[in-house]
């Protein structure tokens, strides 16, 4: 009921001009891009492009996105979410709404990028997805809803950006959203506090998502389930110790279980380019056992064979 109050309320047509009532800017309506639990976004013209623009009559929980979204801001290098152009209020003819406008982020969602490029995106995406929630956990945040819909693949280059940032958390307090199949407290291995492993545990469930399209309901013991469910598809088996470190909470940050992915990827010679496998193998013919110079040249083989790997596909 309450719903729909407020969709009726934040419904207009393409066309519609809103207007600023405290920084005065002015934006026209294109199409509506999505409705969530608590106001509507559309694709917006403003006077410096396009732009998406949310609405709600819920001012906290416009306030409280528009504070996730600075806090990506001070997140270094490019914001791994939409950046921020501005928050204000508009006089309705229906009433005071409360609005921001954000970068449009363009591109198909992870599984619908995926279902066209091909599963070899998987990795790359998931560790640059890895990059991402590392530098939001520094800046103390959980992003909470990790979900493929909550994920667009921009570009090209293609890079893994944030949308809907409603469900993120400061550090420590309980998960304000969260999608059952993605969640470990659904799948009973852990709690809903909102911390790093929160997010590496969905990252995880995304993994195996990208290889099981079709999500699959838990049957009795969640832990036994999804350990068969990862064994018996071949393509998942591989990235196994990585995928149960995240399921069973063993890692503390998304920079550590990035660094595992990246050498699981790295073993990958027979589908990395040739130039790649001909760096690989003159490599190991010197690698020398035992040493800390042999963990330093690993590194650096995930690095260029990384790099490489991706340079390919951008050809
Ligand atoms: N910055 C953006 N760029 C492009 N599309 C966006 C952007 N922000 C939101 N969208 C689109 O608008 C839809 C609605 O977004 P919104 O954040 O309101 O909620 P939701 O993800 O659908 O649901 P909920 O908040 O209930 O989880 C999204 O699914 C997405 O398709």
């Known amino acids: ?31 509506e891009l999505g409705s969530g639990a608590n106001g509507i976004v559309y694709l917006a013209k403003g006077t ?22 600075k806090a990506f801001s001070k997140v270094q290098g490019d914001s791994p979410g939409p950046s921020l152009h501005e928050m204000d209020d508009w006089e309705s003819p229906r009433g005071r709404i409360h609005f921001y406008t954000m970068e449009y982020i363009q591109g198909p969602d992870l599984l619908t990028f995926i279902r066209k490029n091909g599963q070899t995106w998987v990795g790359i995406l998931i560790v640059q997805l890895l990059d991402a929630l590392e530098k939001l956990h520094q800046e103390g945040w959980t992003f909470g809803d990790l979900k493929p819909e909550n994920l ?31 969640d470990r407290g659904y799948w009973g291995l852990g709690s809903r506090k909102s911390e790093p492993s929160y997010d590496l545990f969905s990252t995880a469930m995304l993994m195996i998502h990208m290889y099981y399209p079709k999500k699959f309901a838990k049957v009795g013991d969640g832990k036994k389930q999804l350990v068969q469910q990862i064994g018996s598809h071949p393509e998942l088996a591989r990235f196994n110790p990585v995928l149960q470190k995240a399921l069973f909470g063993k890692y503390d940050s998304a920079k550590r279980m990035k660094e595992e992915l990246l050498m699981i990827l790295s073993e990958r010679q ?46």
Not at 48 to 64: C, F, N
Not at 164 to 181: C, Q, S
Request: hydrophobic share 40%.
């Open 1 to 31: 009921m309450m719903m729909n109050t407020w969709k009726t309320q934040c419904k207009f047509p393409p066309g519609t001009v809103i207007t600023g009532k405290w920084h005065g800017g002015i934006y026209q309506l294109i199409r």
């Open 48 to 69: 410096k492009g396009h732009t998406a623009l949310k609405m709600s009559i819920d001012s906290l929980s416009i306030t409280s996105e528009v504070n996730v979204l």
């Open 152 to 182: 667009i693949v921009s570009g090209p280059p293609p890079r893994i950006r944030f949308i809907d940032v409603g469900g993120t958390t400061i550090n420590g307090r309980a998960i304000k959203e969260f999608t059952e199949f993605f």
């Open 270 to 315: 027979d589908k990395a380019p040739s130039y790649a496998k001909r760096y690989a193998t003159r490599q190991q013919k010197k690698k020398k056992s035992g040493s800390l110079k042999e963990t330093v040249m690993v590194l650096l083989l995930t690095i260029v064979l990384y790099a490489l790997y991706i340079y390919s596909y951008l050809l």
